[in-house]
């Protein structure tokens, strides 16, 4: 009998990687990964042309490079079912309407490119839309944050009108890419709702950008098929077999299957560059104040699924580690600042830090805002740093959790996914003791890129539903820490000195001034318009 696989996609901020499962055993059978060649651009484009302050833009090209070499590898000469994709989000572009990426055809506009998430030059237009305000907002905490897709379409309008008329969708990548693959436009549905504030009931909110809605299209609900991989991809691939390509989720959304988190009461944080906090109920319930939003039908079918987030978390510690290295290269270093961090008690290195790196998510959607760390004396040592630096990234997640608990929501679980809290059991350890509660990492290889491939069964008919892609396909082992009396009792004070700064209006207030003040101290050639 020939075996069948099935594939799942996991593209992420630098890199796009993919799994090759056995569709009938749920085995891993390999994986493949594909740095992408441009990165993020932050200080110019391809041909040097300058960028402005807070930018972080992407070639959509480089999508396609990942995915004619992953797709190659891992499907050449095999049968494969399905195919599934999670995608970083907000991260949308400008295109044609028969889908040509605008960069392509506008090579030295900064507006023609992917927008990716932590672009966070859209923020004033967010903050304009949310001064107007509507019903539309009223599941997102009354506020839009610049990282999502109507802010950074109304930065478009505003700024490269000339772009904005070219452009016949505004689309997400994740959706773009789906395109690319079977040519039909087909999106999803929970990037519809969570980042461009889709209503099954209302539509997407009217008036907000001129011309948006003739770039949008009706959504379809995540496990279901966008069609079958196009021949002209067949023949560049060497892919066969059906190859249904089921619709884009967002990666830190599609990881749910694959960690087990299909029921209520399940709170699941995706640690990345970013972090997300997902928590499932069954029944809807007003949004907590300072959570981000909620929808029906876009993580997992027939729950609802509210998200809440931390704007930097991997990205902090990389940071921090690329500017004061310790080792040869950047693994090493974090190997060395782990094991030191690891030998200080919770409140030892006298620090608070702010968690806000690439802004603030939760609870004030602010872009513009940044980090902080008080307690700095000439005996503060750069492990001290690094600590207080996890620290808050925990502090951050114990705010998301005391939100949802004010909400009166039941938590009965958390699972903390990705490689990051796979390899870095300090963080995970530090992490329980704050919430002061048993924290699960499932024990499985590329969770999110497996999550898309349950996603790819589901809409294939392999399984009967995500419950039984989770059973075939995701974690059958979890590793739990469980919070040290101690530590949580110190953690619990240090708690309350990081939520006086965080709740500071001053803090804001001066965080605002510098902000402003960087963006006019840009030399002039980076400050101009670029429209």
């Known amino acids: ?77 095999r049968v494969i079912e399905s195919i599934g994709l999670g995608f970083s989000a907000s991260s949308p572009m400008p295109t044609t309407t028969d889908g040509t990426a605008l960069s392509e055809l506008h090579p030295g506009e900064p507006h023609a490119y992917v927008k990716l998430w932590k672009h966070r030059a859209a923020q004033p237009y967010a903050d304009a839309i949310n001064r107007v305000g509507g019903s539309f907002l009223r599941n997102f905490g009354g506020k839009l944050s610049g ?36 040519g039909r436009e087909v999106r999803s549905l ?12 209302e539509g997407y909110p009217q008036g907000i950008v001129p011309g948006l809605s003739e770039k949008l299209s009706v959504p379809h609900r995540i496990g279901t098929p966008a069609g079958s991989l196009s021949e002209a991809w067949r023949a560049r691939t060497g892919v066969g077999g059906r190859a249904i390509v089921a619709v884009a989720v967002i990666d830190s959304h599609v990881v749910l299957p694959a960690v087990g988190a299909v029921s209520s009461g399940c709170l699941v944080g995706a640690l990345g560059t970013s972090a997300v906090y997902l928590l499932l ?30 704007a930097g978390f991997g990205d902090t510690l990389a940071w921090f580690v690329k ?105 995970v350890q530090i992490m329980a003791d704050v919430l002061g509660r048993v924290v699960d990492v499932p024990s499985i290889a590329h969770a999110t890129a497996v999550g898309a491939a349950v996603h790819g069964a589901v809409a294939a008919e392999l399984v009967n539903g995500f419950a039984e892609g989770t059973v075939r396909f995701g974690a059958r082992t979890f590793t739990p820490y469980r919070p040290r009396r101690e530590s949580a009792a110190a953690y619990r004070s240090l708690y309350k000195n990081y939520r006086q700064l965080s709740d500071s209006q001053a803090v804001r207030k001066a965080m605002h001034d510098l902000n402003r003040a960087a963006s006019l101290d840009r030399p002039a050639e980076e400050t101009k318009s670029v429209a």
């Not at 040097?48 to 999508?63: E, K, M, V």
């Not at 974090?334 to 030191?340: C, G, L, V």
Request: glycine share 12%; charged share 20%; with cysteine.
């Open 1 to 77: 009998m020939t075996a069948t696989y099935v594939i799942g996609l996991d593209y992420g901020t630098g890199s796009a990687r993919g799994v090759l499962l056995d569709a009938a055993t749920g085995e891993q059978i390999g994986s493949h990964t594909h740095a992408y060649r441009h990165d993020v651009m932050t200080q110019s484009l391809l041909d040097g042309t300058p960028l402005q302050r807070s930018w972080a833009l992407q070639n959509a090209a480089d999508y396609l490079d990942a995915v004619e070499e992953i797709l190659g590898v891992l499907g050449r000469g």
């Open 147 to 182: 990282e999502w897709l109507l802010p950074k379409a109304a930065q478009i309008a505003g700024e490269a009108p000339h772009i904005w008329s070219a452009a016949g969708r505004f689309i997400e990548s994740g959706d773009w890419l789906v395109w690319q693959l079977t």
């Open 190 to 201: 929970g990037f519809a709702a969570y980042k461009a504030q889709y209503s099954e009931t």
């Open 281 to 310: 109920n069954e029944q809807f319930r007003p949004l907590p104040p300072g959570i981000e939003g909620v929808a029906k039908d876009g993580s997992v079918r027939d729950l609802w699924c509210y998200e809440a987030g931390q």
């Open 323 to 427: 500017a004061f290295p310790r080792g040869a290269d950047e693994a090493e270093s974090f190997r060395i600042y782990n094991r030191e961090a690891a030998g200080l008690e919770p409140g030892a290195n006298h620090l608070v830090a702010l968690d806000w790196w690439n802004g603030n998510r939760v609870p004030l959607a602010d872009s513009d805002l940044s980090g902080m760390l008080v307690g700095l004396t000439t005996e503060t040592t750069g492990v001290g740093i690094y600590r207080a630096l996890i620290e808050s990234l925990c502090f951050g997640a114990r705010t998301v959790v005391d939100l949802f608990e004010a909400g009166d929501f039941a938590i009965n679980r958390v699972i903390l996914t990705s490689g990051l809290a796979q390899n870095n059991p300090l963080l």
